[in-house]
């Protein structure tokens, strides 16, 4: 800690920005600078664990992996996490990690108190008591208001998830799919593109008894077909674009139905190798299907060729000022291309599609907004510049990505 402020006065005396990296996983610049960039591997510890007030304090560079198998070992639980946990805690949490919940929000609205080095290098800690107006801004801050040092996460007693993962024509889940959110505590399914098949999951807490996959189900299903092969196909796919189509009709057959029950980190979370760029919008839930149909009719009378599956997710309305899901239920469509390929056209198509649906974009992937867009699109946008404008009115933490989506 005293040698963070340290680096961050000296960062002011010298007259240079800061920006904190995390592991690299956003697609956006948002942890881009060309003066002083803070790594977070030497501060990963533990603060405290208090089972009996339901709180863990982790310091920011805790990735999740650890954090995940520490609360299991101690026997606690987040109440809900996204499907990649490489990430750290601050970089999950200042961009809007989020998975699927029907009631169950993002990371960030799992905090309950953060701690904050400023531009002079002092500390502040706030919660929903003590510097309320900070804390609503800076759980999801974009590293916009300093640099987080520590989160503090509300958990309960570790708990199983029983996973059903079931292939569903397109028209059925949107048909019903009001219902399969309503009916399950985490719903979420993938499309894949150039065909009319989907893979859908459902996770709902269990009583037990714990059921894992078996280990060569396990093996096949996550590792070979959903990365060793997909993998391949992709490869295939960037070479001969013409190929995709009929290796999607294969690739939408190629997972069949599975149930299990594990520990919850091991049901929400998942292997993703295959490297790709990302943009995800969300939209409010009652226009999710509409906006899907949009995007499918648009895949279908395009020359695109798409070898990534279409990722839907749902969640509740939060009281994050810059959450995507601030104040409204949000259903988010997070759309792919293997990295390598042209993405450009998709993506531009795709986010016509949102923004005409008053999306917001995900804040560490893909999109073209900026702060005359996207204040329209957040009600209290202000009131994060205004936190902003008294926190670090010097702006030692922007950088050209935040320039454009908080303005200068």
Not at 241 to 268: C, E, H, N, Q, W
Request: net charge neutral; glycine share 8%.
């Amino acid at each position: 800690m005293d040698e963070l402020a340290a680096a961050v006065r000296a960062a002011a005396e010298d007259g240079l920005p800061v920006k904190a990296v995390g592991t690299g996983h956003s697609f956006t610049a948002v942890a881009a600078t060309d003066g002083v960039l803070i790594r977070p591997e030497g501060m990963a510890a533990v603060r405290s664990v208090d089972a009996a007030a339901g709180t863990v304090t982790v310091e920011a560079g805790m990735p999740l992996h650890r954090l995940n198998r520490m609360l299991d070992a101690a026997g606690l639980s987040l109440t809900n996490m996204g499907d990649i946990m490489e990430q750290t805690v601050a970089g999950a949490v200042s961009t809007g990690t989020h998975g699927t919940g029907r009631d169950s929000a993002s990371v960030a609205a799992q905090i309950t108190a953060l701690e904050l080095v400023l531009a002079d290098g002092s500390v502040l800690t706030c919660s929903a008591r003590e510097n309320p107006e900070v804390f609503s801004a800076a759980r999801i801050g974009l590293g916009a208001l300093g640099v987080i040092s520590a989160v503090t996460f509300a958990v309960e007693p570790s708990f199983l998830l029983s996973a059903r993962e079931e292939p569903m024509t397109f028209d059925r889940v949107i048909a019903d799919f009001d219902q399969l959110v309503a009916e399950n505590e985490h719903f979420e399914f993938y499309w894949f593109p150039h065909t009319e098949g989907c893979i859908t999951k459902r996770n709902n807490r269990s009583m037990g008894p714990a059921a894992p996959l078996p280990a060569f189900r396990g093996w096949l299903d996550d590792e070979f077909l959903s990365n060793g092969l997909f993998q391949a196909v992709c490869s295939l796919g960037k070479a001969v674009p013409a190929a995709v189509p009929g290796m999607a009709r294969i690739s939408s057959r190629a997972l069949s139905a599975r149930s299990y029950t594990d520990t919850a980190y091991k049901v929400f979370t998942s292997p993703r190798r295959v490297r790709f760029v990302e943009m995800e919008y969300a939209v409010p839930r009652a226009a999710a299907t509409t906006a899907l149909r949009e995007l499918k009719a648009m895949v279908e009378r395009s020359a695109l060729r798409v070898a990534f599956p279409v990722e839907v997710r749902v969640a509740p309305a939060d009281d994050i000022a810059l959450s995507t899901a601030s104040g409204r239920e949000s259903a988010y469509i997070a759309v792919h291309m293997y990295r390598g390929t042209r993405y450009q056209e998709y993506f531009t198509a795709v986010e016509k599609i949102m923004t005409a649906h008053e999306g917001r974009p995900h804040w560490g992937k893909l999109h073209t907004r900026d702060a005359g867009d996207l204040a329209r699109v957040y009600p209290r946008f202000t009131e994060f510049t205004a936190v902003r404008d008294r926190l670090d009115p010097q702006r030692r933490f922007a950088n050209g990505y935040l320039r454009r989506v908080l303005g200068e």
